[in-house]
């Protein structure tokens, strides 16, 4: 579907999810640059976060990759935030995003003047390299 | 045999602040003094009920807790649903008493957050520093959420859809402050104003920090019996009407309405148990982590239609003297939140229903809902009590 922008950086402070063997296909996407959902073979449900069954029927879920767009469907700014790596960046916005595909999914928009921040703000996916597995999704506005 | 569940014994621990407690004491102190209330010998209580999450790991779960008091019970639940978990216990116990599973239950709560970790609870950050996050809480880890954050996207959501006000929602603590100047043991009893709140430095947007809750130490408990033991004892019995709970999530990324709650769901069920209409209910003890949690609750319980909530606080029905008086104790707002507070909304409930409310007391208090939000508006457990036999 869509390859995004992966940025390489050097450290990494921030927490990180433990990699398992049903997220570790998402996380390893999003290393490559691509936004994954879930898709139900039985029920067509779509869901995220990743899980081993599908949360309406049951069934095994299969991996949708997505387009990597979607508009802010609700979001704070911190301004408060004990964790280093995280008070570095205040204020920032951690948002909800509803995916063109469906899926509302849980990020962040640092680096992002707070005050563009809006629900219905349309936002496209960037990844950041945390580690060799791991790839984390972020959102920015659609220019 | 008359098995309708009653709450007959009430104890505090210290609190705002206790640093000669540790959150094993408080449990105890507080269990003392309920048992003490209750009239009862302690060697009676058959059943132990606590939600574990003020001492550390496995140090006050109910197992340890049980076997630290003494109590060889033959019914316990640990149930933990975050700071609702105290409106959960007392479902559970309504139906074990009326099925004979035990036949007084004690539930008991203690924290020594303020004196042990001091005021990180809301902004600390949820995962420090760089660790490995299992399970979904995983999918939130990299992103520096806070808990203040959880419930500002609620705010900003209703915002968004119904034009609530910042200023509306100040008035709930405005509210609460004011219930909080007659309690001794609130933690915050100076009277505040909207602009006050308003004016108070923006912790998440739309929270300022006024909108949040206090952090402090504390503890509770609570005896729960029959009808038929409660004839002997010497508090007049409060009466549990009706009590439900259920969840709409855990983690906040998994939220479906960030302008509602479980309370939609599961406060119909309480109402018809109870059989009583909200008409009939003269006392609020809701879960104040947040204004915005309260006006969900007051919302997705029925006392307004959704999205009415704003308009209808900013009329003053909340406050004292109004129609729906909320949080008499001074609230999580400005009395008492030592991590989950919804043990404190049931022991306020039942001070108030026995005519024991002091300067705060709530005039002909007849019936009482205790709301309890856990989690991040994720499970809401509700239980309406009443001072008359059902």
Redesign the interface.
Known sequence: MSTHEVVEVEEWAKPLPQIDNVNAEYWQAAREGRLLVQQCPACGHRQWYPRALCTECGAEPDWLETAGRGTVHTFTVIRQQGTPAFKAELPYAVVMVDLEEGPRVFGAMPGVDVARVAIGLPVEVYFVAAADDTGVPYWRPID | MDRTPVIVGIGLSDHPKAPHLNGVQHHVLAARRAIADAGIEKASIDGYVNAGGGGGMMVDDAVTMAEYLGIDHRYVDGTMTGGSSFEFHVQHLAAAIRDGLCDTALVTYGSDQLTRMGR?LG???M??????????S?????????L??SY???A??HM?EFGTTSEQLAEIAVGVREFASLNPNAIYRDPITVDDVLSS???????HLLDCCAITDGGGAFIMTTADRAKDLPQAPVYVLGAAGGQTHWN?????D?TSSAGARVGPIAFEQAGVTHDDVDLLMFYDSFTITCLILLESLGFVPKGQGGPFVAEGHLKRGGKWPLNTDGGGLSACHPGMRGIFLILEAVRQLRGQGGEAQVPDCEVAIAAGSGGWLSCIGVAILGKEHP
């Open positions: 990180s902004t600390g950050g995962h420090r520093g760089q660790q490995r996050v299992a399970g979904p995983g999918y939130e880890a990299p992103y520096g959420n806070s203040v954050g500002a996207m609620h900003q959501r968004h430095r923006m912790i998440a947007d739309p929270l906040i990324s998994q939220q479906s960030f």
